[in-house]
């Protein structure tokens, strides 16, 4: 007989992520089906992990309202799963009368729609508390409750919360086939594994078009829009440490220059409409353009030492709000087209899906209490493990530094490799340690911390 669930959350994305994590509080067998070998493997790894209050969304969309919700949860629920945040805040910089035009009319209408703490500052005010950005700023929107936070640890937080609350977590499981039963659906992949739901959420970010044609629905279509970065090395903060970016045009929100979470700078994205979704190269009309954005921003931090550069891939559609389509006759709810601020807005949509599953589909109520989880902080103003004295004192293994650049212990490998939701591939590992994620890219620590993978992996599967 095949596995029963009474919901099936396909993609572990961090809206798919959050939207496990508020089922788990339901008395409800709930699986999080994931395509990857591991969660937050997709869109959700390559994004400049700003956590946005919202106003620069578009007004009186549904996009608006769950960002907004998702930015006040975060700032409660983080917290509470040990995501470390930094209110940096940010600024959007005027340099030509018309530019000047744009952040005033901007300020006016951010103050109309009700986001009291954002602010028009003179140029003279900017060059006082900034000094880096290029000289003639005129004016600037002055944001102070931007927020830059985690974007690996994030999604991790959330599904290791719905496993450790009950749900099941099954990768790498990609949804090939979809059949109408009695109670819902019957799912199945290309290992021929089957499994039933009663209601079925797809949150297949950049691929979720392909899981709607599987059961006929074609509501929306794809447009890919491919964002490139450059990450600074950590000296560039000293220069750099607040979110800024050009006063927007029609056609483009421009390229921010941000401090990460991890302490270095980020300079990115671009905004390219491809055509294969899985072009993630980084081109040389790519840099060109985030070059010229740091020498249109802050000039001084032009040949600052790179430590890497990457793209990601927003998963934009034909439509510009979120696509969040209730089918429930067909118990079939789809939560897609989360393009550009899906970090900022899981939380909100997560609290929407809730809405729109209780009681709809089943009636029932939260359950309590919830058994909290609590993940590292990997962040660079957090205490590290090997400088906090009572850890190195209750295990060593956090004074054995095993990555140099980021200065990762063997502690923090190995608790990462024991997590219930262990890393399934060295590059998850990364993105839950920040271990080889420094200067060399893992050319020094990286045959010791595949070792300690592969002791973990063998241990796991005997
Ligand atoms: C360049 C860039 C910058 C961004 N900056 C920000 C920012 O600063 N702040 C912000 O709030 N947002 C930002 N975003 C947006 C944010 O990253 C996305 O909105 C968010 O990651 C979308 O999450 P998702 O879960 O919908 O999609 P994904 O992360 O793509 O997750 C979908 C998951 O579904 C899985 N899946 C697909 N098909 C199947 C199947 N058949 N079976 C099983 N699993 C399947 C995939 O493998 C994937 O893991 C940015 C995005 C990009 C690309």
Redesign the pocket.
């Known amino acids: 007989m095949s596995a029963q669930f009474d919901i099936a959350v396909?993609?572990?994305?961090?809206?798919?992520s959050a939207i496990a994590r508020d089922l788990s509080r339901y008395d409800l067998k709930v699986v999080l089906?994931?395509?990857?070998t591991d969660?937050?493997?997709?869109?959700?790894k390559?994004?400049?992990?700003?956590?946005?209050e919202g106003h620069d969304t578009p007004a009186g969309s549904l996009e608006r309202d769950l960002v907004v919700r998702g930015y006040q949860r975060y700032m409660t629920e983080a917290p509470q799963l040990g995501l470390p945040m930094r209110k940096t805040g940010a600024i959007m910089l005027a340099w030509t009368d018309e530019q000047r035009a744009t952040v005033e009319k901007l300020v006016e209408e951010v103050h109309s729609e009700g986001f009291h703490n954002v602010h028009l500052l003179e140029g003279y005010e900017v060059a006082r508390r900034w000094p880096q950005f290029r000289p003639g700023v005129l004016c600037a929107q002055w944001m102070p409750d931007e927020i830059i936070a985690d974007p690996f640890s994030t999604p991790y937080a959330y599904v290791l919360d719905a496993v450790t609350n009950g749900v099941a977590f099954w990768r790498p499981?990609?949804?090939?086939r979809a059949e109408r039963n009695a109670r819902g659906w019957r799912l199945s992949n290309n290992r021929g594994d089957v499994l039933d739901a009663g209601l079925v959420i797809n949150?297949?970010?950049?691929?979720?078009d392909?899981?709607e044609s599987l059961v006929g629905h074609s509501d929306f279509v794809m447009r890919p829009r491919r964002?490139q970065y450059i990450l600074l090395d950590k000296p560039a903060r000293a220069i750099h440490d607040i979110i800024a970016y050009p006063t927007p045009t029609p056609a483009s929100r421009g390229i921010l220059i941000s401090p990460t979470i991890f302490g270095n700078v980020l300079v990115?994205?671009t905004a390219e409409e491809v055509e294969d979704r899985d072009d993630r190269g980084v081109t040389e009309a790519g840099l060109r353009a985030l070059r010229q954005a740091i020498d249109d921003m802050v000039p001084s931090l032009r040949g600052m030492p790179v430590n890497t550069i990457y793209a990601?891939?927003?998963?934009a559609t034909n439509h510009s709000d979120y696509q969040i389509i209730p089918r429930f006759d067909e118990r079939w709810l789809t939560v897609?087209g989360?393009?550009?601020?899906?970090?900022?807005?899981a939380l909100g949509i997560a609290e929407h899906v809730m809405s729109l599953v209780f009681p709809n589909v089943f009636d029932k109520q939260p359950v309590n209490p919830v058994r909290g989880v609590r993940v590292p902080d990997l962040s660079e103003t957090s205490i590290r493990p090997w400088a906090d004295p009572e850890k190195i004192g209750a295990d060593p293994a956090y004074t054995d530094m095993l990555c140099h650049c980021e200065r990762i212990s063997v502690g923090e490998v190995r608790d990462a490799l024991n997590s219930p939701v262990p890393p399934a591939s060295i590059k998850a590992l990364k993105r839950r340690t920040r271990a080889m994620f420094g200067r060399c890219q893992g050319f020094y620590c990286g045959a010791r911390v595949q070792a300690m993978f592969d002791e973990a992996k063998v241990k796991r599967d005997a």
């Open positions: 396909i993609g572990a994305g961090v809206v798919g089906l994931e395509a990857n969660l937050g493997d997709e869109s959700s390559g994004n400049s992990a700003l956590m946005t499981w990609r949804v090939s949150a297949g970010g950049i691929r979720a392909m899981v964002g990115g994205p990601g891939m927003r998963p897609a989360i393009r550009s601020t899906g970090f900022s807005g």
